[in-house]
């Protein structure tokens, strides 16, 4: 018999034109060795379901290229053995192809008054490919809630909160 589907993948390493998806294997392998997996994408305004690889992958993992910049997909995965294949997989989140933003650098620092603090940080080592508009500044007292400090993008990496 065909094995049961493999687990709902999950999507990683996301960059604009690639992301790499990750599974489990079926409960069940229909009484004899699952012999390898078929994985295929959906953009989600799409209706169609395509096939990603030639060849039966033997690992639980696998890097999907190719992909769109900008575009939403959703992955799906089948496993195999002598018998034949399984039902597919539940589908995976949809996840954007964008190259991920690097947080800024840990803000110091560089003036100190009575009634406000200058901060100073690094911008991200990677934008994503967009340039930084602006940052927001956050406070909190203790393990008290974060508090937003400006009202409109700071577009440097200095600001006095007071």
Same mark, same amino acid.
Request: overall charge negative; aromatic content about 10%; proline content about 8%.
């Given at each position: 018999? +065909?094995p049961?589907?493999? @687990?709902? +993948?999950?999507?990683?390493n996301?960059?604009?034109?690639?992301?790499?998806? %990750?599974? *489990?294997?079926p409960?069940?392998?229909?009484?004899?060795?699952?012999?390898?997996?078929?994985?295929?994408?959906?953009? /989600?305004?799409?209706?169609?379901?395509? #096939?990603?690889?030639?060849?039966?992958?033997?690992?639980?993992?696998?890097?999907?290229?190719?992909?769109?910049?900008?575009?939403?997909? %959703?992955? /799906?995965?089948?496993?195999?053995?002598?018998?034949?294949?399984?039902?597919?997989?539940?589908?995976?989140?949809?996840?954007?192809?964008?190259? +991920?933003? *690097?947080?800024?650098?840990?803000?110091?620092?560089?003036?100190?008054?009575?009634?406000?603090?200058?901060?100073?940080? @690094?911008?991200?080592?990677?934008?994503?490919?967009? #340039?930084?508009?602006?940052?927001?500044?956050?406070?909190?007292?203790?393990?008290?809630?974060?508090?937003?400090?400006?009202?409109?993008?700071?577009?440097?990496? %200095?600001?006095?909160?007071?």
């Amino acid at each position: 018999r +065909p094995p049961g589907p493999p @687990e709902k +993948p999950v999507v990683y390493n996301v960059t604009c034109d690639g992301m790499s998806i %990750q599974w *489990d294997a079926p409960v069940y392998d229909g009484g004899s060795e699952v012999t390898g997996f078929h994985v295929e994408k959906k953009e /989600r305004n799409s209706i169609l379901w395509q #096939k990603v690889n030639t060849s039966p992958i033997s690992g639980r993992d696998y890097r999907i290229t190719s992909l769109l910049e900008g575009l939403e997909y %959703q992955f /799906r995965v089948y496993a195999e053995n002598n018998a034949g294949l399984s039902p597919c997989s539940e589908a995976s989140k949809h996840t954007l192809a964008v190259s +991920p933003v *690097d947080p800024p650098g840990t803000p110091d620092y560089i003036d100190v008054t009575r009634e406000s603090v200058t901060l100073k940080w @690094e911008a991200p080592l990677r934008d994503g490919g967009s #340039k930084i508009v602006g940052y927001c500044v956050e406070k909190r007292q203790g393990k008290g809630r974060w508090l937003r400090c400006n009202f409109t993008d700071v577009s440097e990496c %200095q600001f006095t909160v007071s």
